[in-house]
């Protein structure tokens, strides 16, 4: 059986079993493409079929461009990642002063949830309000003491976006757009919210409710990202341009081979056990070795292989969760969401 064949009949199978509407996906092998494949609709109310031109949703993958701005800036002897934070930021609660470059990225830093604070928003956050909540969102408690656990929240990202500000001298979405977008030939990516205008935009559906639980029906899925959480999330993107950018990377484009080891080298939690995540990149232990696997949504994924194989996969379905679906030479190979680290990937 084909590449080709065999990564259709997996995908097909994903849509059917998770009741995708529509996805693309491309599978790279040392930074070439040797497989893509569109299925299905970008929009169900008029059955416009997802082409290769169509732009998803990618959520919490901005965390891997954030992560490479960050190495970017290293490189630029501007940034230390085992600095802390009021290196770079002034005016920051005396319990943040301490908090790392490394821990903001790592997700260990124990800082409350600025998506927490300001209910006019679906994601927690008006961005008329971005001051306000940071009043807020200073005056919370740690959750813990910086280094000392995990938690998925959002203010980490928020706080380097703020260091990018600063360090960069222009908005971290320029110098992300012209240090990642321009230099991959990026040209259908961008940050934008889902209720703005985006040329041959993939909607995004949910199936699930806010616990997770199936609802049996489709619904439009609609979230305003404010420009505070870009960093986390908020981007747009064909797997086309996906490819282009991890072929960027993995070519030296983007950063030196060293830079991007630490970017895809997991950090270890403080009891010395292993960690999930490297420089805004989840790292997952494969029996083929470390995989790096940035996601968003519980929808879009990338997985990178030491054999150099990377599997690109969007869909336009909050929780369809892509898996089992990497093809080499026609070889399936399992892809990162597996119930064991279901907790610690991201939405």
């Not at 040209?187 to 935009?201: C, F, G, K, V, W």
Request: net charge negative; hydrophobic share 45%.
């Amino acid at each position: 059986m084909s590449t080709t064949h065999a990564l259709r009949e997996q995908l097909a199978r994903l849509m059917e079993e998770r009741h995708v509407p529509g996805l693309q996906a491309v599978v790279l092998h040392h930074g070439e493409i040797v497989a893509s494949e569109t299925l299905g609709v970008a929009n169900l109310e008029h059955d416009v079929a997802v082409t290769r031109e169509s732009v998803f949703s990618i959520n919490s993958m901005a965390k891997a461009f954030t992560g490479i701005a960050l190495m970017q800036l290293v490189e630029s002897g501007d940034l230390d990642l085992d600095a802390p934070v009021s290196r770079y930021l002034d005016a920051l609660p005396e319990a943040w002063q301490p908090i790392t470059i490394r821990q903001l990225a790592t997700l260990t830093s124990g800082l409350p949830e600025i998506m927490a604070y300001g209910a006019d928003s679906s994601v927690g956050l008006v961005a008329a309000d971005e001051e306000a909540a940071w009043a807020v969102v200073h005056a919370a408690p740690m959750e813990f003491e910086p280094g000392r656990g995990y938690n998925y929240v959002q203010t980490n990202y928020a706080l380097l976006g703020k260091v990018i500000d600063r360090l960069s001298g222009k908005p971290f979405v320029d110098f992300i757009a012209e240090r990642q977008f321009d230099i991959a030939g990026m040209t259908h990516t961008r940050y934008a919210n889902d209720h703005d205008l985006i040329p041959h935009r993939a909607d995004t559906y949910m199936s699930i409710d806010a616990s997770g639980e199936p609802t049996g029906r489709i619904d439009r899925s609609r979230l305003d990202w404010p420009h505070v959480l870009r960093t986390a999330a908020g981007l747009h993107s064909t797997a086309d341009d996906l490819a282009a950018w991890m072929s960027a990377l993995e070519s030296g484009a983007l950063l030196s081979p060293a830079s991007r080891d630490t970017l895809w080298t997991p950090v270890p939690t403080y009891d010395g056990s292993p960690g999930l995540w490297g420089i805004g990149w989840l790292v997952f232990e494969r029996p083929q070795g470390l995989v790096p696997a940035p996601g968003g949504g519980g929808k879009a994924q990338i997985a990178r292989y030491p054999d150099g194989l990377t599997l690109i996969v969007l869909t336009n379905l909050l929780g369809a969760f892509p898996e089992h679906v990497a093809v080499a030479h026609g070889k399936p190979i399992d892809l990162v969401y597996m119930d064991d680290l279901l907790p610690y990937c991201p939405r």
